[in-house]
């Protein structure tokens, strides 16, 4: 990865840590004066939000380092790592937001939240959204999974604090009877955030198992190696992600009665044709095989 798309990747993942800690204790401080479980949960989910961005900080240097004698296929897997773990943090947060808010309807002893508890929310949610357009913009630009990972818990606090904003209000409007409304909307912000966890979870473990990636890339890489002179035809191709790259390993068909020396420049052809169209292909092994 190229030193400016990785400060890029730090920068917002900075700038995301920096905002996740000031939010998380004006929320946490307006929940326990507002008697409001629903902001006591949000900021708990910020709180995650804040673990997960130093998690992503921490993948990007390790993903950027160059590969060594004891990784020599580079670093790259440090970042579906990193998205596994804040997916698994958006899972135990919303396990935790959902227990203690089933407990509060089940014996609803306190009163209702304050009004300015609503205000809070209001604007948390305008900076979280705002956070999150720019966060998955830069992970796209930059091509990191931890970062969008990263967008994607802005947004799930977002759609938290909007749930909770929700409930706050019916239960200041309902007035007595409808306190527990805090708690049921800190319910399905529960359920949100954990369909979040496992949306980012299932692209994590694909990239760790060496799942496929698109077909349509898989296509390009075939059809660049198929276009060198010599080729009669691509047999396999076979890829993987690795970091912000990809490596591909290839089966060619050739001319039987070609020499080593002809075959091997062809071999070198394919994968100088490959990265040279494809910048996000790092690497490309290729296997002669004698055209049929």
């Known amino acids: 990865m190229a030193l400016n798309r990785l400060q890029r990747g730090l920068r917002v993942t900075f700038l995301g840590m920096g905002i996740n800690a000031l939010l998380a204790m004006s929320k946490l401080l307006a929940g326990l004066w507002g008697n409001s479980h629903a902001l006591i949960a949000d900021a708990i989910e910020s709180m995650a939000d804040m673990l997960s961005a130093v998690i992503v900080w921490r993948s990007l240097v390790l993903a950027a380092k160059p590969a060594d004698a004891d990784h020599p296929y580079g670093h790259g897997k440090a970042e579906p790592i990193a998205s596994a773990i804040v997916a698994t943090t958006l899972l135990l947060a919303a396990t935790g937001i959902g227990f203690k808010s089933v407990q509060g309807m089940l014996n609803p002893a306190r009163g209702a939240p304050e009004p300015f508890t609503l205000a809070v929310l209001i604007g948390v949610v305008l900076i979280k959204e705002t956070l999150f357009?720019?966060?998955?913009?830069?992970?796209?630009?930059?091509?990191?999974?931890a970062v969008r990972s990263d967008a994607w818990h802005h947004r799930s606090d977002a759609i938290t604090s909007l749930a909770a904003a929700i409930g706050i209000s019916v239960a200041l409007i309902g007035g007595k009877g409808y306190e527990s409304a805090d708690d049921v909307a800190a319910v399905v912000a529960a359920g949100i955030i954990a369909w979040?966890?496992?949306?980012l979870m299932r692209p994590?473990?694909?990239?760790?198992?060496?799942?496929?990636?698109?077909?349509?890339?898989?296509?390009?890489i075939r059809e660049s190696a198929a276009s060198v002179a010599g080729v009669h035809a691509v047999e396999k191709c076979i890829?993987?992600?690795?970091?912000?790259?990809?490596?591909?390993?290839?089966?060619?068909?050739?001319?039987?009665?070609m020499t080593v020396r002809q075959a091997h420049d062809i071999a070198h052809q394919v994968k100088n044709r490959v990265r040279s169209r494809l910048p996000v292909v790092h690497d490309v092994l290729v296997h002669i095989e004698p055209a049929k």
């Not at 357009?133 to 930059?142: A, D, K, P, Y």
């Not at 979040?196 to 949306?199: K, L």
């Not at 694909?206 to 990636?213: I, Q, R, T, V």
């Not at 992600?241 to 089966?251: A, I």
């Open 133 to 145: 357009r720019f966060v998955l913009r830069e992970g796209t630009t930059v091509g990191s999974s």
């Open 196 to 199: 979040n966890g496992w949306r």
């Open 204 to 220: 994590a473990l694909d990239e760790l198992m060496d799942a496929a990636p698109n077909l349509a890339l898989i296509a390009e």
């Open 239 to 257: 890829v993987r992600k690795m970091g912000y790259h990809y490596l591909v390993d290839m089966h060619i068909e050739v001319e039987p009665q």
